[in-house]
């Protein structure tokens, strides 16, 4: 896999470890349910993100697709106060882990990984996605705290950042999304 300059310098823009270079073992949720997952989240925390720069009032809605997988409709205002939306595809990696999935972004294509945690489906779900990029020894983590509603209690927050501290993941880079639209 070779990197180009611009590569690079995207890479410096997203959320990227350098202390802890490998990307910790996760375990997702082993009973999830995606009939009580789908609907509507929003974005109560995230790491920074290069495609989130600036971002408030984000959101998604995850609906149920014929086939089995699941659509994807992200959305929110930017930096220029302009809004903004991607929608894509979720599939289960494999069928011994339903809470992973790869998902697909049609415009401009793009794929990555989401991986529930732990969600109790009404109030909180916690994703997280880590590559490993062994040329430049660093990885790159994405964290969403998701919440049903705009805001997210301080218990609940701090239960979920225990268990990615737990994991091993640094919690340090974690910051809430505005949700004031």
Avoid: H
């Avoid at 073992?25 to 989240?41: M, R, S």
């Avoid at 929110?76 to 998902?103: C, M, Q």
């Amino acid at each position: 896999m070779a990197f180009s300059i611009v590569g690079l310098a995207l890479l410096s823009l997203v959320s990227v470890s350098l202390a802890a270079k490998e990307c910790p073992k996760i375990v997702t949720q082993k009973t999830f349910d995606v009939t009580k997952y789908v609907g509507l989240w929003y974005e109560a925390f995230r790491t920074d993100i290069i495609f989130e720069l600036g971002s408030r009032c984000v959101n998604a809605t995850y609906t149920p697709n014929p086939d089995g997988t699941v659509g994807v409709w992200n959305q929110a205002v930017n930096w220029l106060d302009d809004y903004t939306s991607i929608r894509g595809t979720a599939k289960v990696k494999n069928a011994s882990e339903p809470a992973a999935f790869i998902v697909t972004f049609d415009n401009p294509i793009q794929k990555g990984d989401y991986n529930v945690i732990t969600s109790n489906y009404v109030d909180y779900a916690l994703v997280y996605s880590c590559e490993n990029i062994p040329i430049i020894d660093i990885k790159l983590e994405f964290i969403w705290f998701l919440s049903r509603t705009k805001t997210m209690s301080d218990s609940v927050v701090n239960e979920l950042k225990k268990i990615l501290t737990d994991m091993g993941v640094d919690v340090g880079t974690l910051t809430r999304t505005a949700q004031n639209c």
